[in-house]
Structures are given as structure tokens and as C-alpha cells.
């Protein structure tokens, strides 16, 4: 566990390991639950879909195509325990490959209506 106090922020990075330097991350969805294992009951999307949901969410420039850097302030389920658990999906894309989901950035999907 890493712990911090409410609002601080948190610096996070991913780096993909691998001796491609042709390769590119991209974050499409980062999410927060408060339980481990189950994270589709309550959660709370930071980005979601490459589109940002948190409005204390930034991106920070990297000199690297396969690191990836963000941060983030630290919150708390008010009707759980204090532990938040933050699970995100990146995607490994080739580099200036414009059809790629990489250089897609944020999808609006939206709901349809259920018709009678």
C-alpha cells in the first residue's frame, strides 16, 4: 500500500518494457474502487475511454514514446474504508501509426435509448 492524505497528489507512471523503440503507450481508462478484486460495483473513472473524467487528472511530457507519466489528487469513499484501489488499461500501439487507438485520444460513446 501507498498512502497519502486527501487532495495530495499522486505522480504515477508506466513504463513498457521492451527493446522496440518503435512502440507508443496511450492510457484509455484508469479507474478507482474500493474494493480489490471488484471493480464494476462502485467506482469512480479518472479517464475513461482516453477521455479524462477527473478534473485534478494532467499528463505530464516524457523524453520517452514508451513511459508514460500522470498524476492525480488522492481521494477517499466516503462510505468505505479509506483504501482505494486503481486499476488502468493501457494500450502498446506502433509508433505513427495514426489509425492506431493511440493517436485516437478521448471516444465519447454514448448510451442508447432503449426503445419500446
Same mark, same amino acid.
Given at each position: 500500500?501507498?498512502?497519502?492524505?486527501?487532495n495530495?497528489?499522486?505522480?504515477?507512471?508506466?513504463?513498457?518494457?521492451?527493446?522496440?523503440p518503435n512502440?507508443?503507450?496511450?492510457?484509455? =481508462?484508469?479507474? +478507482?474502487?474500493?474494493?480489490?478484486?471488484?471493480?464494476? #460495483?462502485v467506482?469512480?473513472?479518472?479517464?475513461?475511454?482516453? /477521455?479524462v473524467?477527473d478534473?485534478?487528472y494532467?499528463?505530464?511530457?516524457?523524453?520517452?514514446?514508451?513511459?508514460?507519466?500522470? =498524476?492525480?489528487a +488522492?481521494?477517499?469513499?466516503?462510505?468505505?474504508d479509506? #483504501?482505494v484501489?486503481?486499476r488502468?488499461?493501457?494500450?502498446? /500501439?506502433?509508433?505513427?501509426?495514426?489509425?492506431?487507438?493511440c493517436?485516437?485520444?478521448?471516444?465519447?460513446?454514448?448510451?442508447r435509448?432503449?426503445?419500446?
Amino acid at each position: 500500500p501507498y498512502y497519502v492524505r486527501i487532495n495530495q497528489n499522486l505522480f504515477l507512471q508506466a513504463y513498457l518494457h521492451s527493446s522496440d523503440p518503435n512502440l507508443v503507450l496511450f492510457l484509455d =481508462t484508469c479507474v +478507482a474502487s474500493p474494493a480489490p478484486h471488484n471493480s464494476t #460495483a462502485v467506482t469512480y473513472d479518472i479517464i475513461r475511454n482516453g /477521455c479524462v473524467r477527473d478534473s485534478t487528472y494532467a499528463s505530464y511530457y516524457s523524453p520517452h514514446r514508451h513511459i508514460l507519466r500522470f =498524476t492525480f489528487a +488522492a481521494f477517499q469513499f466516503v462510505w468505505s474504508d479509506p #483504501a482505494v484501489y486503481l486499476r488502468c488499461e493501457l494500450v502498446v /500501439c506502433r509508433a505513427y501509426d495514426y489509425s492506431s487507438r493511440c493517436y485516437q485520444g478521448c471516444i465519447n460513446r454514448h448510451k442508447r435509448e432503449a426503445s419500446s
